[in-house]
């Protein structure tokens, strides 16, 4: 945490406020967070679940819309390329769900959307809000 910026006296003064989770866990009634290896450490996604529908907040694990066809194409903070490249890619099929729709916070005025498949692969397509 350090290389972030975060020091020892940060950290030890948040300490009693902090609870570590799993993978895969429900944190609150119907909401699931998912590490995302890869980008930095401790980055994490929210899966939100009611009605038989979905929306998953993937904050930085991709920054533009581009990457849904090539999640190979990293960002610079990507401390591992090739482990969040393998995320993302798994993250896109998870997308393509029915009754799934993305959070993508870095997409500027298009953060939500479905991915559909189209002839060259997958696409972000915006939904309404």
Same mark, same amino acid.
């Given at each position: 945490m350090?290389?972030?910026?975060?020091?020892? +006296?940060?950290i030890?003064?948040?300490?009693?406020?902090? @609870?570590?989770? #799993?993978?895969?866990?429900?944190?609150l009634?119907?909401v =699931?967070v =998912?590490?995302l !290896?890869?980008h930095t450490p401790? $980055?994490?996604?929210y899966?939100?679940? #009611?009605?038989g529908?979905?929306i998953v907040g %993937?904050?930085?694990?991709?920054?533009s819309?581009?990457?849904? @066809?090539y /999640?190979?194409?990293?960002?610079a /903070?990507? $401390?591992d @390329?090739?482990?969040?490249?393998? *995320? =993302?890619?798994? &993250?896109?099929?998870? &997308?393509?769900? !029915?009754?799934t729709i993305? %959070?993508g916070? $870095? *997409? #500027?005025?298009v953060? %939500?959307g479905r991915? =559909?498949q189209d +002839?060259?692969g !997958?696409?972000?397509? !915006?939904?309404?809000v």
């Amino acid at each position: 945490m350090e290389a972030h910026g975060v020091g020892k +006296e940060m950290i030890a003064a948040m300490a009693p406020r902090v @609870r570590n989770v #799993a993978d895969g866990q429900e944190i609150l009634p119907d909401v =699931r967070v =998912r590490t995302l !290896p890869g980008h930095t450490p401790g $980055h994490a996604a929210y899966v939100i679940t #009611a009605g038989g529908q979905r929306i998953v907040g %993937f904050g930085d694990a991709m920054h533009s819309p581009i990457q849904i @066809r090539y /999640p190979e194409w990293s960002a610079a /903070p990507d $401390h591992d @390329r090739a482990q969040s490249a393998d *995320f =993302r890619r798994r &993250l896109v099929a998870e &997308l393509e769900e !029915p009754g799934t729709i993305g %959070f993508g916070v $870095h *997409f #500027a005025d298009v953060v %939500f959307g479905r991915v =559909r498949q189209d +002839e060259g692969g !997958p696409v972000w397509h !915006p939904v309404d809000v």
